[in-house]
Each structure stands twice: as structure tokens, then as C-alpha cells.
């Protein structure tokens, strides 16, 4: 199913682990849909001197990330950011068609990572430069009729059937 | 490199004495059962003992059972073939809200033909409430089908007493028994039900082979239509290779099942000691006691269920998970989400499915790789860092 390439990249992630004080950090995907992405990056002259990823997720979505954190290094900002999720694909020799939205998350976290730099650069208005402490994860969803908790997939109360507001 | 197979409810090894049993049937005896002439004759003849050793096993009559393909088909005919031949009697049907796709996508078949169907909820771990089914009867009910063990969780229902509403209430019962047959001792009699579904997946059979019980004298909608294979309820030459295969299997398991289920549960139980003695924040989903006895499911906070099985394959260890990633449709696990998993936690679903063959040895070599494993997904993951941090 997975290519030699994905297999290596799974079995041997390059560049893993965080940036404590990264330039900029992008975080992409939600665990509650099985992927989550936070990529940290270090940037020299417009250069990535460092790009370092921690994953959530399956065997394609740590192989596309440690293959993404490869391809941005010692890259100019403008170099990164014209990585494609094509290119992801093609540099792990091909994923299977319902993992190609994982190649898009890593193209795009590095993406949300640059963007949060060249924000911080400009002077707008940005959180923290502390690493990014990862959302509370949403799981339960009151009932409005019996306050039961019910989990964020249910469409309706498991204790009384009411329909949810989601 | 070690081979450690724990995946048995996705498929079982065709035991050495099934396939000798089964190879006369492709060559030597290759007759069409339903011809006049000996050569056929003989083969209808074998394929009706096989009925009565498949029978044997569950604690029916021969005549009660109808070979099928598969597990699934044998769920489809109960659903249609109940749902199609009593529907001027009501179009209400109630399964759990928990049952294997083949019974789920049945009932919303007939949901699309103006049938209603009742999705029951199930408890934190996964059992059926017998009242909450008394309840959901209405007058137009005219099936209810209740799984006997979940595959996914391993939690056993209370068929007994699910049934015994539905009889006292004039509803046929089924019950989807594909994960039970063959790990522990099933009879349609104690059950008190009216159809049951088994597979010869699980039983040590080959693929393609499944067979429905059903109660004498209960009207039945075919799905496949042509001769009269089947006493009519299913069209179609028969796989007699496969039905010889089901036989021996079910006569196989019949004598092994005490000693068998002993063995498994008691390197179930040394498994789920191990994992929770070895990996923090870990959830044992299903029952605790009302268990199968080779079943262990867990889920594993943190990491993606998909990886941790593709891991353990790379140190020869094969087991499931109900991840999302790992489903094609990449929807978290039905099941987890009814017994209330939060929805990230069910990503990280570990399901070991144990069978006679398995040893110590392997439980000890699953209990080594395991924990580091998930160590490795765990120090990539930017959800465990905040959690060890809480």
C-alpha cells in the first residue's frame, strides 16, 4: 500500500521534535479527524535554518511531514512556500489516493509557519513567540434538553434522542 | 523476523484438516449437486451432513440452516429477507446502534424503501438495555436484530433476554453471532432466536462461506432468485468445496471450543495486565467481564491507531484498529463513538484477536514492542506534550 519512501520517511522521521524558539510555528488539522500537524521554523536571511514538525496522525501523515521539513531546509522563504502537495507526493513516489489530503496538510503547515513569521516580522499583532500550546481538543457537546455529554460526532442525545446544536 | 498474528476476527489460518477435507471436492467430486444422476446425488448427500455438523455445532436442525457466501450475506438475507416477507405485517425494524455494516446498510436498504428504523443506543460499554428494547417495540415492529459479540469491542449482549422480549412481543429476533461461533458455545435454543448469522471467516474456514440459521417455518424473501438451492432460499450452485470446508471447521471447533476459549482469555487477561502495567493512559473499551475471551481492545491517547498498527506490522506483529485514517470513508469508528470514546482517543484504537495458536511467548514479545511503539509515536505527537503538561 505505502511506497519504500513513505515507509523510510515513517520509520526514520527527519527533523522531528519542536523549536522552543521557533520564528514561526503553523499548526493545521484538528486530532478529532485522526490528523494534526505543527510545524516550527527558524529563519536567517530570508533562509529556513530550521524546520521541525510534531505530528498527530497516520503512517502518510508522519512520511509527509519528515519529507515536507526536508524539502523547506536551507530553502528561501519564496522557495517554501512554492511547495505543492504534488511535489510532496511525488518526492515520497506516490500516496494512495485517500491519503493525498495529507500531503496537502504538510505543504499547508508549513505555509501557516512562514505565514506566521512574516507576521510577526511586519509588526502585526501576533499571540505569543512561546511555542504554541495545542488547542483544547472539543469533545462533548451538552445536550440543551438533558444536559447529558454527549460526543462532538453525535447528530442526537444518547440519553434522551433530542437533535443536538452543533 | 517473529510472526505474531492477532487479528483473528479479520481472518482465521484454514486449518490443515479443512483443506485436505475440502480438496476431493474441486476434482474428484465435482458433480453439480443438483443433478438426477449418482455422480450429483452423492455431493447433495455430502453437502446435507455438513448441514447437520454446522447445525450440530449451534444446537439447530439440519433443516434450519442455508449456506451463503459470507457472514454479510447472511445478514443481508436475515434483514431483507425478514423485512421484504413481513412488511404487510408493519415496516418497523430496531437494530443496536452498534452493529457491522452488513446489518447497518441492510436496515438503511430498507430505510430507503419507507421502512423505519430504530438505531438502539448502547451503554459505555456497549451493551444493549433490555428495557430500553421493550420500549422501542411498537405494534409495527417486525424485526429486531441485536449482535451477540461485537467485533470491534468485544462486548457480549444479553441475547437471551433481548430475545425473550421479542418473542413474548411476537417479533422475530436475529442476531449477527459471526464474532461468537466457534469462541464461545452458541445454541439458537438458549439464545432463543430466530435467525443467526455465522461465518466460516472466523471458524477456521475458508472465505466465502457463511451459513443463516433460521427457525423452522419462518417466511423468508430470497435474494438471489433462480433454482431451488437452498429449499429455494438462495439461488445458485453450491460452493461445495467451501460447505465441506465450513463442516469440518464447525466439527473442528466443536471439539476444541472448552479448552480453546480457557486458553485465549488467559492470555487475554495477561495482555491487558501487561498494557496497562507498561503504558500509561490507556482506555480498555468494552466490557470488562462480559467479554470474548481472546478479545483485548484499547485505546491509546495520543497517537493515530494506523501508525501503531503499521509499526507493529514492521516487528512482525499483526492486529487492527478502528481508526479513521484506517477506515477508507476516514470515519472515526461507529462503534467507539457509541459507547461515548471522545472522537480524538478513538483514533488511537489497538483491536487483538486471539486464537488457540497464540502462546506466552507472543503475549511477551507484544508486551516488548507495544510500549515502545507507542513511545515512538508519542515523542512526534504535538497532542502529548500538552496532555503530560495537564
Known amino acids: 500500500m505505502y511506497s519504500e519512501r513513505v515507509i523510510d520517511h515513517f520509520s526514520n522521521p527527519r527533523n522531528a521534535g519542536a523549536i522552543e524558539d521557533a520564528d514561526g510555528i503553523g499548526e493545521v488539522g484538528n486530532p478529532v479527524c485522526g490528523d494534526m500537524m505543527t510545524f516550527y521554523i527558524k529563519v536567517n536571511d530570508d533562509k529556513l535554518t530550521d524546520v521541525k514538525f510534531k505530528t498527530f496522525g497516520c503512517v502518510a501523515a508522519i512520511a509527509v511531514s519528515s519529507i515536507v521539513s526536508e524539502m523547506a531546509k536551507n530553502k528561501t522563504l519564496k522557495e517554501a512556500k512554492a511547495i505543492t502537495r504534488k511535489a510532496v507526493a511525488q518526492a515520497l513516489d506516490g500516496l494512495p489516493k485517500e491519503k493525498m489530503h495529507c500531503s496537502n496538510l504538510g505543504a499547508k503547515a508549513l505555509a501557516e509557519a512562514i505565514r506566521d513569521y512574516e507576521e510577526k516580522k511586519s509588526g502585526k499583532p501576533t499571540s505569543t513567540t512561546e511555542p504554541k500550546k495545542a488547542k483544547r481538543v472539543k469533545r462533548h457537546i451538552l445536550c440543551s434538553h438533558c444536559d447529558t455529554k454527549n460526543p462532538v460526532t453525535a447528530n442526537f442525545c444518547m440519553s434522551c434522542a433530542e437533535k443536538l446544536d452543533h | ?390
Open chain 2, 1 to 390: 523476523m517473529k510472526t505474531v498474528y492477532m487479528d483473528h476476527a479479520a481472518a482465521t489460518p484454514v486449518r490443515k484438516q479443512v483443506v485436505e477435507a475440502m480438496l476431493p471436492y474441486f476434482d474428484e467430486h465435482f458433480g453439480n449437486p443438483s443433478t438426477v444422476y449418482d455422480m450429483g446425488s452423492r455431493i447433495k448427500h455430502v453437502i446435507d451432513e455438513q448441514r447437520a455438523t454446522v447445525a450440530e455445532l449451534i444446537g439447530a436442525k439440519a433443516g434450519e440452516i442455508i449456506f451463503t457466501s459470507s457472514g454479510a450475506e447472511a445478514n443481508n438475507l436475515a434483514i431483507k429477507g425478514i423485512g421484504l416477507a413481513r412488511q404487510k405485517k408493519g415496516k418497523h425494524i430496531i437494530i443496536s446502534a452498534i452493529e457491522h455494516h452488513s446489518v447497518l446498510n441492510s436496515a438503511r436498504f430498507l430505510e430507503r424503501m419507507d421502512f423505519e428504523v430504530t438505531f438502539l443506543q448502547v451503554d459505555q460499554h456497549g451493551l444493549v438495555d433490555p428495557e430500553r428494547l421493550s420500549r422501542a417495540i411498537r405494534p409495527e415492529t417486525i424485526l429486531v436484530s441485536i449482535m451477540h459479540a461485537n467485533n470491534e469491542i468485544g462486548t457480549i449482549e444479553p441475547i437471551s433476554d433481548l430475545s425473550a422480549i421479542c418473542r413474548e412481543k411476537g417479533v422475530v429476533f436475529h442476531t449477527d453471532a459471526v464474532a461468537t461461533v466457534g469462541n464461545i458455545p452458541v445454541d439458537v435454543n438458549e439464545l432463543n432466536v430466530d435467525l443467526l448469522s455465522l461465518s466460516g471467516v472466523s471458524l477456521g474456514a475458508p472465505k466465502g462461506i457463511g451459513a443463516l440459521y433460521f427457525r423452522n417455518n419462518l417466511r423468508l424473501m430470497p435474494l438471489i432468485h433462480g433454482g431451488i438451492q437452498e429449499s429455494g432460499r438462495r439461488a445458485g450452485t453450491e460452493n461445495v468445496p467451501a460447505i465441506v470446508g465450513l463442516g469440518k471447521a464447525s466439527e473442528l471447533a466443536a471439539q476444541e471450543l472448552p479448552h480453546k476459549a480457557e486458553h485465549v482469555k488467559e492470555l487475554r487477561d495477561r495482555l491487558v495486565t501487561g498494557v496497562h502495567g507498561r503504558i500509561e493512559q490507556v482506555k480498555y473499551t468494552g466490557h470488562p467481564e462480559k467479554r470474548l475471551p481472546g478479545h483485548a481492545s484499547f485505546c491509546i491517547e495520543a497517537i493515530e491507531g494506523e501508525a501503531l498498527v503499521f509499526m507493529l506490522s514492521q516487528k512482525g506483529i499483526y492486529v487492527n484498529t478502528g481508526s479513521a485514517c484506517a477506515s477508507k470513508a476516514l470515519k472515526t469508528s461507529p462503534v467507539l463513538v457509541a459507547i461515548g470514546v471522545p472522537p480524538d482517543l478513538a483514533q488511537g484504537s489497538a483491536v487483538f484477536t486471539l486464537n488457540g495458536t497464540n502462546t506466552v511467548d507472543e503475549i511477551q514479545y507484544v508486551l516488548d514492542q507495544l510500549p515502545v511503539a507507542v513511545e515512538k509515536l508519542r515523542s512526534l505527537s504535538p497532542i502529548w506534550r500538552t496532555k503530560t503538561a495537564a
